[in-house]
C-alpha cells in the first residue's frame, strides 16, 4: 500500500520544462537560418511546369531570379506576361542592365559563372522566354536553369 | 555594515523569471515559421551558346541533326513525322544518339549528334519544359548507363566531391549535351 503512495505523489510532481526554451530556441534558429526574405515575386503570379529530370543547384550566392509570369495586378500593368527582378518590373532591353549590375556583386573570379534562376508560368509563351534568352547570351550570362517542380506521379 | 553587504550578495544570487522565455522563443518562432518560403533552386539546367551579332546559321549533315519542331499550338513534328508519345519520343532519341555510325539516317557519333529544338513563338512554355525534359532525361540516361547509376542517381552526384565528379566526368566524356534550341520564327 505504501509503495502506491510513493508512486501517487511523485507523479503528482510536474515535468521540468527547463529545456523547452532551448528547444523552442533550436527551432527558431533553424527558420530563422534557412528563412530567405524573398521581393522577387511581388508583382506577378506565376506556376512553375514540372518536370523530372530536376537538378538542384546548391551554389546559391551565385544564382540570380529573373521571373516571368502574368501580373497580379491586371488595370495597372495590364495582362501580357512581363519580366520581373528584384521586386521590379523590368522591359526586354533593361536585362543586359541589370545582369551586369548583379555580376558586380560577385567576386571577380566567378562573374562569369552566374547562375540565371528562370521562373516563368507554364503558360506564358516561347516568344518572351526567348527575348529573355537573347538578352542573357548579349550579357554573357550563360548557364540558365529553368525552375520546375517535381512531377506528382514520377515513378523514377 | 557587514550585513548588508552580505544581504546584497544574497540577493544578486535569486534568478530572474525565466519561465516566460519559451512565450518570446515562441512568438518569433511562428513568425519565422509564417513567413519562410524555402526557396527551391530546382529545375533543368542549360547551357547558353555565347553571343554573336550574326544570326546562328551552321551547317551539319543532316543526318547528325534530330529536329523537333513544337509550333503554337503546342503540336510536335519530330524528325518531319507527326508526334506520338513521350516514351517513343525517348527511345527514338537514345537510338539517335548511340547510333556510331549504323543506321546512315541517323547520328554518325554521338559527339556530332544534335538534337534542335525549334519551336514559334506562340509555343507555350509548358509544353516547352515537357519536350526538354524528355530529352534531358533521355542523355541522363545514357551518362548513367555508362557508369552503372539510374539517371537519378546521376543527376544527383556532387560534383565537389573527387570521386563523384571522376564518375561524372567519365559518364560525359564523348558525348556532350547538344539540345540546340534554335530561336523561334513568328511565322507559321
Same mark, same amino acid.
Given at each position: 500500500?505504501?509503495?502506491f /503512495?510513493?508512486k501517487f505523489?511523485?507523479r503528482?510532481?510536474?515535468?521540468s ?6 528547444? =523552442?530556441?533550436?527551432?527558431l ?8 526574405? /524573398?521581393k522577387?515575386? +511581388?508583382?506577378l503570379?506565376y506556376k ?11 551554389? @546559391?550566392s551565385?544564382i540570380t531570379q529573373i521571373?516571368?509570369? =502574368?501580373?497580379?495586378?491586371i +488595370?495597372k ?7 520581373e527582378? +528584384?521586386? @521590379?518590373?523590368l522591359?526586354?532591353?533593361d536585362?543586359?542592365?541589370f545582369?551586369m549590375?548583379e ?5 571577380v ?10 521562373k516563368?508560368?507554364?503558360d506564358?509563351?516561347?516568344g518572351?522566354v526567348?527575348?529573355v534568352?537573347q538578352e542573357? *547570351?548579349k550579357?554573357?550570362? *550563360? *548557364? ?5 517542380s517535381?512531377? @506528382?506521379?514520377?515513378?523514377? | 555594515?557587514e ?5 546584497s550578495?544574497?540577493r544578486r544570487?535569486?534568478e ?6 519559451a512565450d518570446?522563443?515562441?512568438l518569433l518562432l511562428i513568425?519565422f ?7 527551391t533552386?530546382?529545375g533543368l539546367?542549360?547551357?547558353?551558346p555565347?553571343?554573336t551579332d +550574326?544570326p546562328?546559321i551552321?551547317k551539319?549533315?543532316?543526318r547528325?541533326?534530330y ?6 499550338s503546342?503540336?510536335i513534328l ?6 506520338e508519345?513521350f ?7 537514345k ?5 556510331h555510325?549504323n543506321?546512315p ?5 554521338p ?7 525549334h519551336m514559334? *513563338?506562340g ?5 516547352f519544359i ?7 532525361g ?7 548507363? /555508362?557508369?552503372?547509376l ?6 544527383a552526384?556532387?560534383? @565537389?566531391?573527387?570521386?563523384?565528379k #571522376?564518375?561524372?566526368?567519365? #559518364?560525359r566524356e564523348? =558525348?556532350p549535351?547538344n539540345i540546340s534550341i534554335a530561336?523561334?520564327?513568328k511565322i507559321?
Amino acid at each position: 500500500m505504501s509503495v502506491f /503512495r510513493t508512486k501517487f505523489t511523485s507523479r503528482g510532481s510536474s515535468i521540468s520544462t527547463a529545456a523547452l526554451p532551448d528547444i =523552442i530556441f533550436m527551432l527558431l534558429f533553424f527558420f530563422m537560418v534557412t528563412t530567405v526574405l /524573398r521581393k522577387s515575386d +511581388e508583382n506577378l503570379k506565376y506556376k512553375i511546369p514540372s518536370a523530372e529530370q530536376l537538378k538542384q543547384i546548391d551554389q @546559391k550566392s551565385l544564382i540570380t531570379q529573373i521571373s516571368i509570369g =502574368i501580373p497580379k495586378d491586371i +488595370e495597372k500593368f495590364g495582362s501580357e506576361p512581363r519580366i520581373e527582378a +528584384e521586386g @521590379k518590373l523590368l522591359e526586354v532591353k533593361d536585362i543586359v542592365p541589370f545582369i551586369m549590375k548583379e555580376k558586380d556583386e560577385l567576386p571577380v573570379y566567378s562573374r562569369d559563372q552566374i547562375i540565371i534562376l528562370l521562373k516563368a508560368d507554364e503558360d506564358v509563351p516561347m516568344g518572351i522566354v526567348s527575348d529573355v534568352k537573347q538578352e542573357l *547570351r548579349k550579357a554573357n550570362a *550563360r *548557364r540558365i536553369i529553368f525552375a520546375a517542380s517535381w512531377k @506528382k506521379d514520377q515513378n523514377q | 555594515m557587514e550585513k548588508t553587504i552580505m544581504r546584497s550578495f544574497e540577493r544578486r544570487k535569486t534568478e530572474i523569471n525565466s519561465s516566460s522565455m519559451a512565450d518570446i522563443a515562441f512568438l518569433l518562432l511562428i513568425f519565422f515559421l509564417v513567413t519562410t518560403t524555402i526557396q527551391t533552386n530546382r529545375g533543368l539546367s542549360a547551357t547558353l551558346p555565347p553571343h554573336t551579332d +550574326e544570326p546562328d546559321i551552321a551547317k551539319f549533315h543532316d543526318r547528325n541533326l534530330y529536329k523537333i519542331h513544337i509550333n503554337s499550338s503546342d503540336r510536335i513534328l519530330v524528325e518531319d513525322a507527326s508526334f506520338e508519345n513521350f516514351e517513343k519520343l525517348h527511345a527514338d532519341v537514345k537510338k539517335f544518339i548511340l547510333n556510331h555510325g549504323n543506321d546512315p539516317l541517323l547520328s554518325d557519333n554521338p559527339k556530332d549528334a544534335i538534337i534542335s529544338l525549334h519551336m514559334n *513563338r506562340g509555343t507555350h512554355y509548358k509544353r516547352f519544359i515537357e519536350v526538354m525534359d524528355a530529352l534531358q532525361g533521355v542523355y541522363y540516361e545514357i551518362y548513367g548507363e /555508362r557508369v552503372g547509376l539510374t539517371a537519378k542517381q546521376f543527376r544527383a552526384l556532387d560534383l @565537389k566531391l573527387a570521386n563523384e565528379k #571522376a564518375q561524372y566526368d567519365k #559518364a560525359r566524356e564523348g =558525348i556532350p549535351m547538344n539540345i540546340s534550341i534554335a530561336d523561334p520564327n513568328k511565322i507559321n
